[in-house]
């Protein structure tokens, strides 16, 4: 028997990165409270005091100070002691208050801590390979999901991925468009602004998500050619789609297989499958870096247990890559496939039969 030598330098330095995790952990959720209480767009207008900010926003001071500490401690706010003032840099304005921004980060901190408040259910089902199904998680997970991934296709859906994948023509004529696990139908109605003699179709098998997407189309004056159903991807109506959309889904599936065969039937011969994922590398040490890091929590504590909730239950994992994706179009029938486009947080991949 050997006795390991520990360092102690080396110890404590983990220790205090650990320290370190921690206070990140706790962080996540107070850059939800501080989204929602309007601290930090109140400090976008200038350096205040607590008094001021509090007052600014009609919350209590005591919560106010304690928060600011914390952000200064941080380094997402900044102090000024001679003044006893707390600022906000213009940089960290544009990623904590503009929803128009691919920078916006409040909804990715609000889905973080929608999937850490469940993550005792996935501790419950780990050892015998269950699942936890979208639809069982709080709506935090739902509604960060969407305020995170449609800043991104705001600024990059019609400007570059539609292009990249050769459709815009055909969408300026007049398409037919299916959005596959449209979710709160962010994708949908921002495709169905930009191309108004289109129609489209967006399902989702989350009623309460489909309900919200359709209140979204109403209330972007489009529900007049967009349509919702509540439908799984393997059983989706319609036919003969000059395009159809997956974004960021396909790897939550649990029959991602049965899915692209489905994609498959329900195209037209000359259609398009454009499928957006989460940014990934085809090997592990592709994805060690803080956004392969990022995907794999969420993997571990919502994606994975999302897929294996389901039928079939084959769980990609958020990091699957590419060329895991391209064996599962394959197998369904597909002959071509491509990556059209990238961002740091997604893939867009083209597929065609």
Same mark, same amino acid.
């Given at each position: 028997m050997t006795t ?11 220790v205090f990165r ?37 007052? $600014? ?15 200064? *401690? ?15 840099? $213009?940089?960290?304005?544009v990623a904590l ?110 009623? $309460? ?130 990556? *059209? ?13």
């Amino acid at each position: 028997m050997t006795t390991t030598q520990i360092d102690g330098d080396r110890l404590m330095s983990f220790v205090f990165r650990a320290v370190d995790e921690v206070g990140a952990t706790l962080n996540a959720a107070l850059v939800v409270l501080g989204d929602r209480l309007g601290w930090y767009r109140a400090l976008a207008g200038g350096p205040l005091t607590p008094e001021e900010l509090a007052a $600014a926003t009609g919350t209590d001071e005591h919560y106010v100070r304690e928060w600011l500490g914390a952000q200064a *401690a941080g380094s997402f706010v900044d102090y000024d002691a001679t003044t006893g003032r707390f600022s906000l840099p $213009a940089e960290h304005a544009v990623a904590l208050t503009d929803e128009s921004s691919p920078a916006f980060l409040p909804g990715l901190f609000q889905i973080a801590v929608g999937t850490v408040a469940d993550a005792g259910r996935v501790a419950e089902v780990a050892r015998a390979g269950g699942g936890v199904g979208w639809h069982e998680h709080n709506t935090d997970v739902h509604h960060g999901c969407e305020r995170f991934f449609r800043p991104g296709y705001h600024a990059h859906l019609v400007q570059e991925w539609l292009p990249a994948v050769g459709v815009v023509d055909v969408l300026r004529g007049g398409g037919r468009v299916a959005d596959v696990g449209c979710g709160h139908g962010a994708s949908t109605v921002l495709m169905a602004q930009a191309f108004p003699e289109a129609t489209f179709v967006g399902s989702d098998y989350h009623r $309460a998500s489909v309900e919200v997407a359709r209140q979204r189309a109403a209330d972007a004056g489009v529900a007049d050619r967009v349509s919702f159903e509540c439908a799984s991807a393997q059983d989706f109506g319609g036919g003969g789609f000059d395009l159809v959309t997956t974004f960021d889904a396909l790897h939550d599936m649990g029959d991602p297989v049965g899915a692209a065969r489905h994609v498959r039937q329900a195209l037209a011969d000359d259609g398009t499958w454009m499928i957006v994922e989460p940014m990934a590398g085809d090997r592990l040490e592709d994805n060690l870096n803080p956004v392969g890091r990022t995907y794999y929590g969420f993997s571990t504590l919502l994606c994975t247990p999302a897929s294996l909730s389901q039928e079939v239950g084959l769980a990609i994992g958020t990091q699957a890559g590419p060329e895991r994706v391209r064996e599962i179009v394959a197998e369904a029938g597909f002959t071509r496939f491509r990556s *059209a486009a990238e961002t740091p947080f997604n893939r867009v991949l083209e597929v065609r039969p």
